[in-house]
């Protein structure tokens, strides 16, 4: 089990850019009122062959240089021991999408803390990659979109601290941060 569900999000879209994605969509729904929190990570990579797909969940199987793949054997195991449930829905040039449901309140559910670090790291990461991120707690919702960019051009340092501080008031704003 992962400490943080972030990292779990972290993982499955460095696997989304491994598979040509250009544009990925992380979205994640926190509801107390229903004990649910959902995240659904869209991509417009490859996809997966049916083959791929019917060997997802395989701690044995990967598309990789690994000789492994437990990211999504490792996600389904974390949202089964808490209530939930992963569902990935791919296709073959149709992209991927992955959506994790665990009960909110469950006392063996890691935690989501760490989702500004993580969506730097994959900004910064994959500075090609359009992402959307959007994030509702309880109906407040906070939407952030980082267009691709082009080149290697570095990031600024103001860029960054920029960014820093949009995630870092924005999830504090709905109070996920």
């Known amino acids: 089990m992962m400490e943080d ?22 979205a994640v729904n926190e509801n107390a009122g229903r004990d649910v929190l959902t995240f659904r990570i869209t991509d417009d990579g490859r996809g997966m062959s049916g083959e791929e797909r019917a060997r997802a969940f395989d701690p044995f199987f990967t598309t990789g240089r690994k000789r492994t793949g437990l990211g999504l054997p490792l996600l389904a195991h974390t949202a089964e021991a808490c209530g939930g449930r992963v569902v990935l829905e791919t296709a073959p040039g149709r992209g991927t999408r992955v959506v994790a449901r665990f009960r909110l309140g469950h006392v063996d559910r890691p935690p989501l803390t760490r989702m500004a670090g993580t969506l730097m790291t994959l900004f910064f990461g994959h500075p090609e990659v359009d992402f959307r991120y959007t994030h509702t707690r309880n109906g407040n919702r906070f939407s952030y979109v980082r267009r691709g960019r082009t080149g290697h051009a570095a990031v600024a340092p103001v860029e960054l601290a920029a960014l820093r501080e949009a995630l870092r008031t924005g999830l504090a704003r709905i109070g996920a941060g």
């Not at 990292?7 to 696997?15: M, Q």
């Not at 491994?18 to 544009?23: D, F, H, S």
């Open 5 to 26: 569900l972030s990292l779990h999000i972290l993982d499955i879209v460095e696997n989304a850019v491994a598979a040509g994605a250009t544009r990925v969509l992380v």
